[in-house]
């Protein structure tokens, strides 16, 4: 990239679809890595896919926050208006060194429960909520 970023990718495996990524930042300044794999769950007017992997971020300090993809659910994939695409479920994000760990959360689409708009999220700090 312009910036000096080098990105690498490669689809290691085709079933089930495997993906690596590596991405290293100008002058050493991060590094993030990441795999993923997907597996399809077909329903009559649309798709949902549970995604697999782990995705991770060193900065020069080595410092590093891991955290997991979230799923992602088609709609209207055959009939019924446009195709919408939305992710759901929750992110964990992790920070070892620093004693920091989060989420968030986007609503699981079931309106009666969690809207497919509703987020929440909390940071903590040894253990300790700072932020929610």
Same mark, same amino acid.
């Given at each position: 990239?312009e910036?000096? #970023?080098?990105?690498?990718?490669? *689809?290691?495996c085709?079933?089930?679809?495997?993906?690596?990524? /590596?991405?290293?930042?100008?002058?050493? /300044?991060?590094?993030?890595?990441?795999?993923?794999?997907?597996?399809?769950?077909?329903?009559?007017?649309?798709?949902?896919?549970?995604?697999?992997? *782990?995705?991770?971020?060193?900065?020069?300090?080595g #410092?590093?926050?891991?955290?997991?993809?979230?799923?992602?659910?088609?709609?209207? #994939?055959?009939?019924?208006?446009?195709?919408?695409? *939305?992710?759901?479920?929750?992110?964990?994000?992790?920070?070892?060194?620093?004693?920091? #760990?989060?989420?968030?959360?986007?609503?699981?689409?079931?309106?009666?429960?969690?809207?497919?708009?509703?987020?929440?999220?909390?940071?903590?700090?040894?253990?300790?909520?700072?932020? *929610?």
């Amino acid at each position: 990239m312009e910036d000096g #970023t080098e990105i690498m990718l490669e *689809q290691v495996c085709h079933h089930p679809p495997i993906s690596f990524m /590596l991405l290293e930042g100008p002058q050493g /300044l991060y590094r993030y890595s990441s795999f993923s794999s997907f597996s399809p769950k077909a329903h009559l007017n649309s798709i949902d896919l549970n995604v697999k992997g *782990q995705k991770e971020v060193v900065f020069r300090d080595g #410092t590093k926050i891991a955290f997991n993809p979230p799923p992602d659910s088609f709609k209207n #994939t055959l009939w019924g208006g446009a195709l919408v695409h *939305q992710i759901t479920g929750r992110v964990d994000f992790v920070d070892e060194k620093n004693g920091i #760990t989060a989420f968030y959360e986007i609503g699981n689409g079931d309106v009666k429960s969690n809207p497919k708009d509703y987020l929440k999220g909390a940071i903590q700090i040894n253990g300790k909520p700072v932020s *929610q």
